[in-house]
Protein backbone atom coordinates (compact mmCIF):
# COMPACT_ATOMS: atom_id res chain seq x y z
CA UNK A 1 0.00 0.00 0.00
CA UNK A 2 1.33 3.47 1.05
CA UNK A 3 3.03 5.18 3.92
CA UNK A 4 0.67 7.09 4.91
CA UNK A 5 0.14 6.84 8.98
CA UNK A 6 -2.07 9.75 9.89
CA UNK A 7 -4.15 12.47 9.37
CA UNK A 8 -1.75 15.31 8.57
CA UNK A 9 -0.28 12.64 5.93
CA UNK A 10 -2.81 12.07 4.23
CA UNK A 11 -3.35 15.63 3.76
CA UNK A 12 -0.07 17.05 2.52
CA UNK A 13 -0.50 13.42 -0.35
CA UNK A 14 -3.50 15.00 -1.08
CA UNK A 15 -2.65 18.96 -1.22
CA UNK A 16 1.12 18.00 -2.14
CA UNK A 17 1.93 20.72 0.52
CA UNK A 18 3.30 19.84 4.04
CA UNK A 19 0.50 20.17 6.80
CA UNK A 20 2.24 22.31 9.35
CA UNK A 21 3.58 24.83 6.53
CA UNK A 22 0.22 25.19 4.68
CA UNK A 23 -1.12 26.22 8.77
CA UNK A 24 1.56 28.41 9.51
CA UNK A 25 0.96 30.10 6.16
CA UNK A 26 -2.91 31.51 7.15
CA UNK A 27 -2.10 35.53 7.36
CA UNK A 28 -3.74 36.17 10.83
CA UNK A 29 -6.28 39.24 9.90
CA UNK A 30 -4.92 42.78 10.24
CA UNK A 31 -6.89 45.96 11.10
CA UNK A 32 -9.15 47.60 8.40
CA UNK A 33 -8.63 51.38 9.02
CA UNK A 34 -9.02 54.63 6.77
CA UNK A 35 -6.62 57.24 7.01
CA UNK A 36 -8.64 59.00 10.31
CA UNK A 37 -7.87 55.99 11.81
CA UNK A 38 -11.89 54.67 11.95
CA UNK A 39 -13.41 51.27 10.40
CA UNK A 40 -16.03 51.28 8.18
CA UNK A 41 -19.16 48.53 8.25
CA UNK A 42 -22.42 48.07 6.36
CA UNK A 43 -24.73 46.99 8.38
CA UNK A 44 -28.29 44.79 7.60
CA UNK A 45 -31.53 43.81 9.01
CA UNK A 46 -34.69 43.24 7.65
CA UNK A 47 -35.48 46.92 5.03
CA UNK A 48 -32.73 48.65 7.27
CA UNK A 49 -29.13 49.69 6.10
CA UNK A 50 -26.71 51.37 8.15
CA UNK A 51 -23.29 52.60 7.61
CA UNK A 52 -20.95 53.02 10.73
CA UNK A 53 -17.63 54.34 11.28
CA UNK A 54 -16.22 53.43 14.62
CA UNK A 55 -13.20 55.11 16.34
CA UNK A 56 -11.58 54.93 19.51
CA UNK A 57 -12.97 57.95 21.66
CA UNK A 58 -15.73 57.97 24.67
CA UNK A 59 -18.64 56.00 23.66
CA UNK A 60 -20.26 58.77 21.85
CA UNK A 61 -22.90 56.90 19.59
CA UNK A 62 -24.66 59.32 16.60
CA UNK A 63 -26.81 58.01 14.42
CA UNK A 64 -28.37 60.57 11.65
CA UNK A 65 -26.87 63.52 13.29
CA UNK A 66 -28.54 62.94 16.49
CA UNK A 67 -27.45 61.44 19.95
CA UNK A 68 -28.31 57.66 20.27
CA UNK A 69 -31.01 57.98 23.21
CA UNK A 70 -32.79 61.02 20.91
CA UNK A 71 -33.04 58.97 17.78
CA UNK A 72 -33.53 55.36 19.60
CA UNK A 73 -36.13 56.88 22.18
CA UNK A 74 -37.30 53.11 23.24
CA UNK A 75 -35.08 51.44 26.06
CA UNK A 76 -35.08 48.29 24.25
CA UNK A 77 -33.76 50.05 21.10
CA UNK A 78 -30.64 51.30 22.84
CA UNK A 79 -30.16 47.89 24.40
CA UNK A 80 -29.74 46.52 21.13
CA UNK A 81 -27.21 48.86 19.91
CA UNK A 82 -25.06 48.37 22.99
CA UNK A 83 -24.64 44.86 23.01
CA UNK A 84 -21.70 44.73 20.79
CA UNK A 85 -19.66 46.60 23.06
CA UNK A 86 -21.10 44.35 25.73
CA UNK A 87 -20.15 41.42 24.71
CA UNK A 88 -16.51 42.28 23.31
CA UNK A 89 -16.03 44.35 26.59
CA UNK A 90 -15.17 47.49 25.30
CA UNK A 91 -17.68 49.92 26.91
CA UNK A 92 -16.50 53.18 26.43
CA UNK A 93 -13.41 53.07 24.40
CA UNK A 94 -15.03 53.37 20.90
CA UNK A 95 -17.20 56.59 18.73
CA UNK A 96 -19.67 55.77 16.63
CA UNK A 97 -21.06 57.79 13.60
CA UNK A 98 -23.95 55.82 12.05
CA UNK A 99 -26.38 57.03 9.16
CA UNK A 100 -29.00 54.06 8.60
CA UNK A 101 -31.81 54.14 5.81
CA UNK A 102 -35.11 52.38 5.48
CA UNK A 103 -37.36 50.00 7.43
CA UNK A 104 -38.79 51.30 10.69
CA UNK A 105 -37.00 51.54 14.19
CA UNK A 106 -36.58 48.02 15.31
CA UNK A 107 -35.15 46.88 12.12
CA UNK A 108 -32.81 50.16 11.99
CA UNK A 109 -31.41 49.35 15.58
CA UNK A 110 -31.13 45.65 14.26
CA UNK A 111 -29.14 46.98 11.02
CA UNK A 112 -26.68 49.39 13.51
CA UNK A 113 -25.68 46.75 15.80
CA UNK A 114 -24.91 44.54 12.64
CA UNK A 115 -22.96 47.45 11.60
CA UNK A 116 -20.84 48.35 14.69
CA UNK A 117 -20.45 44.31 15.45
CA UNK A 118 -18.46 44.41 12.01
CA UNK A 119 -16.91 47.22 12.68
CA UNK A 120 -15.28 46.45 15.50
CA UNK A 121 -14.09 43.30 14.60
CA UNK A 122 -12.70 44.91 11.21
CA UNK A 123 -11.12 47.42 14.13
CA UNK A 124 -9.43 45.43 16.43
CA UNK A 125 -9.55 41.79 14.64
CA UNK A 126 -8.87 39.85 18.41
CA UNK A 127 -12.61 41.02 18.89
CA UNK A 128 -14.02 38.35 16.28
CA UNK A 129 -14.29 35.44 18.30
CA UNK A 130 -16.52 36.76 21.02
CA UNK A 131 -18.64 38.96 18.33
CA UNK A 132 -19.14 36.06 16.21
CA UNK A 133 -19.82 33.58 18.81
CA UNK A 134 -22.84 35.83 19.74
CA UNK A 135 -23.94 35.54 16.09
CA UNK A 136 -23.49 39.42 15.71
CA UNK A 137 -21.73 39.27 13.10
CA UNK A 138 -24.13 36.93 10.86
CA UNK A 139 -27.03 39.48 8.93
CA UNK A 140 -30.31 37.80 9.94
CA UNK A 141 -31.61 37.34 7.11
CA UNK A 142 -35.62 37.39 7.91
CA UNK A 143 -37.42 39.67 5.51
CA UNK A 144 -41.16 40.16 5.08
CA UNK A 145 -42.62 37.98 2.74
CA UNK A 146 -43.70 38.95 -0.23
CA UNK A 147 -47.81 39.08 -1.31
CA UNK A 148 -49.25 36.50 -3.10
CA UNK A 149 -51.66 37.20 -6.44
CA UNK A 150 -55.26 35.42 -5.48
CA UNK A 151 -54.65 36.14 -1.26
CA UNK A 152 -55.66 38.86 0.58
CA UNK A 153 -51.68 38.95 2.37
CA UNK A 154 -48.94 36.99 1.95
CA UNK A 155 -50.52 33.62 3.02
CA UNK A 156 -53.86 34.79 4.24
CA UNK A 157 -56.83 33.43 1.65
CA UNK A 158 -60.39 35.66 1.08
CA UNK A 159 -62.86 34.42 3.40
CA UNK A 160 -64.89 31.07 1.59
CA UNK A 161 -68.34 31.37 1.09
CA UNK A 162 -70.16 28.37 0.26
CA UNK A 163 -73.44 30.11 -1.02
Known sequence: MSDIKS???LKSAVSGVDAPAA??????RTPVRDAQGRAYATGKRKDA???????????KITVNGKEMPVYFARPVLQLIVNQPFG???????FDVYATVSGGGLSGQAGAVKHGIS??????????RGALKAAGFLTRDSRVVERKKYGKAKARRSFQFSKR
Request: without cysteine; aromatic residues 6%.
Open 7 to 9: LDD
Open 23 to 28: VASAAP
Open 49 to 59: VARVWVKPGSG
Open 87 to 93: VAGVEGQ
Open 118 to 127: KALQLYEPGL
